[in-house]
C-alpha cells in the first residue's frame, strides 16, 4: 500500500532509538508529523532535526508529535538524539520498506514529510523537502488544519 493523501496512512512498525518497537497506530488521537530523512550527522539533516527540536513546544500545543524516520541502526539514532538534545523519537527503517510504503526511497530516502491527523489519515504530504523554512511550512499546515 503507498501513501496517499486523503487515503489511510500506512500503518508500520520500527524500532525507536531506545530499541522499543513503534507503531504509527500507536499514535492515533495525536496528529502526526512523519518525517523521512536520509542520514544521522550530515549538515541538511542535523539543520531540519534541529529546527523540529527549536519548535517541539509548538508542534505539541497543536496536539501533533514528530517522528523522524530514517535507514541508519538504532545506535545511531541514540548518538544524534544524545548529540544535539532531540526531543522526539527516531526510527530505524534499515531495510527501507517504509520509505517504499511512503514513496520516498529512490536509492536513498528523498527527504520528506507526512502529515497524519487524529484517525491516521494521511492529510499533507511535503517531497522533496528543502530544509530552510520546512518546519514552519509543516506548522502552518497543522495550524489551519487544526
Known amino acids: 500500500m503507498r501513501a496517499e493523501a486523503g487515503k489511510q496512512a500506512p500503518d508500520f512498525t520500527l ?16 496528529h502526526v ?19 523540529f527540536r527549536d519548535n517541539k513546544e509548538k508542534f505539541s500545543d ?3 508529535v514528530i517522528i523522524g524516520v530514517s ?3 538504532v545506535e545511531s539514532h541514540q548518538k544524534f538524539i544524545d548529540k544535539h538534545e532531540l526531543p522526539f ?20 530516502i528523498e527527504r520528506s514529510t ?11 504530504e511535503f517531497r522533496k523537502v528543502k530544509v530552510d ?14
Open 33 to 51: 508529523v512523519l518525517y523521512f530523512y536520509p542520514k544521522d550527522m550530515t549538515p541538511g539533516c542535523t539543520n531540519e532535526a534541529c529546527d
Open 89 to 108: 523519537m527516531l526510527l530505524a527503517d534499515e531495510d527501507h520498506q517504509v520509505a517504499e510504503d511512503y514513496g520516498v526511497w529512490n536509492g536513498g
Open 133 to 146: 523554512g520546512h518546519v514552519e511550512e509543516a506548522l502552518d499546515y497543522l495550524r489551519k488544519a487544526s
Open 114 to 124: 507526512f502529515i497524519i491527523d487524529k484517525e491516521g489519515n494521511l492529510q499533507k
Open 15 to 30: 524500532m525507536n532509538q531506545d530499541g522499543e518497537q513503534v507503531s504509527l497506530s500507536d499514535f492515533k488521537g495525536q
Open 62 to 64: 497543536l496536539d501533533a
Open 71 to 73: 535507514p541508519d541502526p
